[in-house]
């Protein structure tokens, strides 16, 4: 089975912190998400990664930045948190095929309270 | 706005009857996909239909695709009090990589 884990269930941070908020998959996939989760709007894309080294930002990218330094592990970063960036955050990981596997493996998620 | 727009936002049924939970969407897909998220957690992929398919099922799930009214559903049948979970649909564009999710349906199956 997939398992794509993240570093923290919950977290507590305080305006202007820098936080990292780690994601690794253990099944090779080339493909790797971060994405924000706020009631009523879903997910929304914060940024991708196609491959090491590679990364695209999504919907929402102000504000955070990534780091993809080995394939396994994906890494978001909040500069300086503010108080809007309190949420669920979910690290989600997929292999390269997108013909044949277009299924999305999420990470537990993180919550973060920013105060 | 968001591509995918679940509705109803929230359903109550008993145990044992069936869930019906309807998507829109906006423009042409490549795909369609269920996901479910239990209260906390990360989401699960429940299953995929493509915009050439018109139905799938797996187990007691069951999925449609109307491309011309650009709509799903996913009916869950003999539901049991575990099936209780927010359910999400999530589209792929032929010209995207991304998925975009809807808002959520909350199921809560009552024992």
């Known amino acids: 089975d997939v398992k794509v884990t993240q570093s923290s269930r919950y977290l507590v941070k305080r305006t202007g912190e820098k936080v990292f908020l780690e994601c690794v998959q253990d099944?090779?996939?080339?493909?790797m998400f971060w994405y924000r989760q706020d009631p009523g709007l879903g997910l929304r894309l914060i940024y991708f990664?196609?491959?090491?080294?590679?990364?695209e930002k999504g919907d929402i990218p102000e504000g955070y930045s990534v780091s993809r330094e080995k394939k396994e592990r994906f890494s978001l970063i909040l500069e300086s948190a503010s108080t809007n960036q309190t949420s669920m955050y979910l690290c989600?990981?997929?292999?390269?095929?997108?013909?044949?596997?277009?299924?999305?493996?999420f990470g537990p998620g993180t919550r973060l309270l920013v105060l | 706005s968001q591509q995918g727009e679940e509705d109803p936002q929230a359903l109550s049924i008993q145990e044992g009857e069936n869930a019906t939970m309807n998507c829109s969407y906006k423009?042409?897909?490549?795909?369609l996909q269920w996901y479910r998220q239990n209260s906390g957690r990360g989401l699960v992929h429940l299953i995929l239909i493509r915009s050439n398919e018109r139905e799938k099922h797996s187990g007691r799930l069951r999925v449609t695709l109307d491309t011309s009214k650009k709509s799903s559903s996913l009916l869950i049948t003999a539901s049991r009090a575990a099936d209780t979970a927010s359910y999400f649909c999530a589209t792929r564009m032929d010209s995207s990589y991304k998925l975009i999710f809807g808002s959520g349906t909350r199921l809560l199956v009552r024992p």
């Open positions: 989600a990981s997929r292999p390269l095929d997108r013909v044949l596997q277009e299924t999305q493996y």
């Open positions: 990664s196609y491959d090491v080294k590679m990364k």
């Open positions: 099944m090779d996939h080339e493909n």
């Open positions: 423009t042409s897909i490549n795909n």
